[in-house]
């Protein structure tokens, strides 16, 4: 079993910047594709970035490409999602999660997620 509890989330006006954490309870971190995903109200979870064990591969939404910049520290077991230019539709709860194993593509396939932590952006 892998914990992952999420923090960062909160109140940002348009244009502004927060950076989320994803810290993951296992030591074997480095073994785990990592994902960031978001759900709005009313709507499904769709998936906003995710990342290679070794961070040797990225993969991001159109939405926030260019924008968002995933990483992560190996180290510390810990997964980051750093979003710029923040607009009112990124507006969300933003969960991270795990499968161990090769990034799964654009897809949720993931086996362990996080609680979740809400972002609101402000027009």
């Known amino acids: 079993q892998v914990q992952l509890v999420e923090s960062g989330g909160g109140l940002v006006q348009a244009g502004g910047s927060l950076r989320l954490s994803c810290a993951a309870s296992t030591r074997t971190f480095s073994y785990y594709a990592m994902g960031w995903f978001r759900q709005a109200p009313g709507k499904e979870r769709d998936f906003v970035a995710a990342i290679s064990g070794r961070a040797s591969n990225t993969y991001y939404s159109d939405s926030v490409k260019g924008r968002f910049t995933i990483s992560r520290d190996n180290a510390k077991n810990t997964l980051y999602l750093q979003a710029n230019n923040l607009k009112p539709e990124d507006t969300a709860v933003y969960y991270c999660?795990?499968?161990?194993?090769?990034?799964?593509?654009?897809?949720?396939?993931?086996?362990?997620w996080g609680q979740g932590t809400q972002v609101t952006v402000s027009s």
């Open positions: 999660a795990a499968v161990r194993g090769v990034v799964p593509g654009y897809s949720n396939a993931y086996d362990y």
